[in-house]
């Protein structure tokens, strides 16, 4: 069964570090998704990207925060600053059009600790 | 904006048990509305969903029902196995969006 990947499974930095979090979505699928889950509190939407252009974005998505589908299979979120807040599980998601675009698949997350 | 509530957890039950786990939401429109569950080690996975009132999502054995009346999606479940032990998250997505919007998620466990 197609599955989205993510690497690494857990990365760790030190602050004002710049990381990339690397995602192969389900190789169909057109729209990509981050969220973020802090340790503790809710699953939270950081962004969505259909077409090379970012579609919805949230209020935690500022100007530290980028995506970019550098090729056919990959989708990665960069952080150019990191700051002790950005500690948090960091989960890619991909769906397909029309109806099945409200089916997201979801990856197994990047733990990201920032010290 | 929007928001989703369900019940604290972690939940417990012994096998065989029915489930119940609660979720209300706040939302304009007309959301579709989804559980998602995550085993341990795992991505979440998408376990259910219902795109309009009175749908019912269904699957291995998990309902829940889309009452626009009371804002509700609440999951069920007539006879838990071990292998259900997971966590489980409400979620919504608002008219014209794909942007999900996540409950807390209630930790189900189901002891032999």
């Known amino acids: 069964e197609p599955e989205v990947t993510q690497t690494p499974s857990h990365q760790v930095t030190q602050m004002g570090q710049e990381v990339i979090l690397r995602c192969v979505p389900i190789?169909?699928?057109?729209?990509f998704y981050w969220y973020r889950q802090i340790l503790g509190q809710k699953v939270e939407f950081l962004v969505s990207?259909?077409?090379?252009?970012?579609?919805?974005k949230s209020e935690i998505f500022d100007d530290q925060f980028s995506v970019e589908r550098p090729d056919g299979s990959n989708f990665t979120l960069k952080i150019r600053s990191t700051k002790l807040e950005d500690s948090a599980m960091y989960f890619c998601?991909?769906?397909?059009?029309?109806?099945?675009?409200?089916?997201?698949?979801f990856g197994p997350g990047t733990r990201l600790t920032v010290t | 904006g929007d928001s989703v509530t369900q019940m604290e957890g972690p939940v417990t039950l012994s096998e065989e048990a029915f489930l119940t786990i609660n979720c209300t939401y706040t939302?304009?429109?007309?959301?579709?509305l989804f559980w998602y569950v995550q085993y341990p080690g795992e991505g979440l996975q998408l376990l259910l969903k219902?795109?309009?009132?009175?749908d019912k999502g269904s699957n291995k054995g998990f309902e829940a029902t889309y009452r626009k009346e009371t804002t509700s999606f609440h999951l069920e479940k007539g006879s838990v196995q071990v292998s259900d032990s997971a966590v489980y998250f409400c979620?919504?997505?608002?008219?014209?969006?794909?942007?999900?919007?996540f409950g807390k998620g209630t930790k189900l466990s189901v002891i032999p």
């Open positions: 998601a991909s769906s397909g059009i029309g109806i099945a675009s409200y089916e997201q698949y």
């Open positions: 190789s169909n699928h057109l729209y």
């Open positions: 990207f259909y077409n090379n252009e970012i579609s919805e």
């Open positions: 939302a304009t429109g007309y959301p579709s």
């Open positions: 219902a795109t309009k009132a009175d």
């Open positions: 979620a919504l997505a608002g008219a014209g969006s794909y942007q999900l919007t």
